[in-house]
């Protein structure tokens, strides 16, 4: 669900590794649009959603899913695939799957799958690194984030000398908004309630407020990140009315872990970002995380 640049540069990149190394084509499924900022990823139009579940794969891998329900009904082509791969890096991952490869200290999926294909000798080709070097750079915020580590700069300058643009790649992630995407975000930043001395911020983002910007899923992507830069906020949040009854949150903290947080609503994550769903009305699901948050 909601794929990020990690989870989409991922996918991408293992597809032309693949296809590098055996010259068989893999299916690329996928449960969610795909955010308008990373359509330039090379291939990424081959990747659609399967919907005849009657399939069975010789091999179907996961990747960046810290749970495998978060495919939905595609889980099923995982389950009866005759080799279920794993392959992740947060630290929530239960370990599903008849195989599994699990780095919770790596930056993102893009940096594991970098880690096994630089041990195992695959050769990156100019496609497959612009895709893992989207993979890491999402995921630690442009190399800013606290999960930068020495190994993901290491594999960003390898993946460069392997044809990756930095500027090409970071002007198509950061610098590809549109305008209802950029007004949508300063609408829901307008909007945001401050709790404890500032040190809580959050914003409620309902469906009307959806259909208002004719807003897609992937628009409220960084909104927690810019109430987390504010000062004084040390845990930010985003609720996301997905109906009367559900809500969607993405968590992000300075020092705080949210994915202890996260996981007593059955979600995930990381320590300074993760994210739940919570069965109850926006107002009850706000009351219920703010119980949990101790500062």
Known sequence: MNPDGDTLGSMCAMYHMIYNRYKIKPDMNIVSNIPYNYKFLPDIDKAERFYDKSLVYDLVISLDVAAIDRVLDSKILFDKAKISVNIDHHKTNPGYGDYQIIEPEASSCGEVLYNYFKKNNWKFDKNSAICLYTAIMTDTGNFRFDNTSSNSLR??????????????????????????????????????????????????????????????????????????????????FVAKEVDTKLTKFSM??????????????????????????IKASVNDSIKLVLDEIEL
């Open 155 to 236: 594999a960003a300058a390898d993946l460069v000398d392997s044809g990756a643009n930095p500027t090409y790649i970071y002007k198509q992630c950061y610098e590809t908004k549109t305008k209802n995407f950029v007004l949508f975000q300063n609408y829901c930043v307008n909007k945001a309630e401050f709790l404890k001395d500032n040190k809580i911020a959050y914003t409620t983002v309902y469906k009307k407020d959806l259909e208002k910007f004719s807003a897609g899923d992937d628009y409220t992507d960084g909104i927690a990140e810019t109430l987390r830069a504010i000062d004084t906020t040390e845990v930010a």
């Open 252 to 277: 992000r903290s300075k020092k705080i872990d949210v994915a202890s947080i996260a996981a007593k609503f059955g979600g995930g994550g990381h320590t300074f970002a993760a994210g739940c769903t």
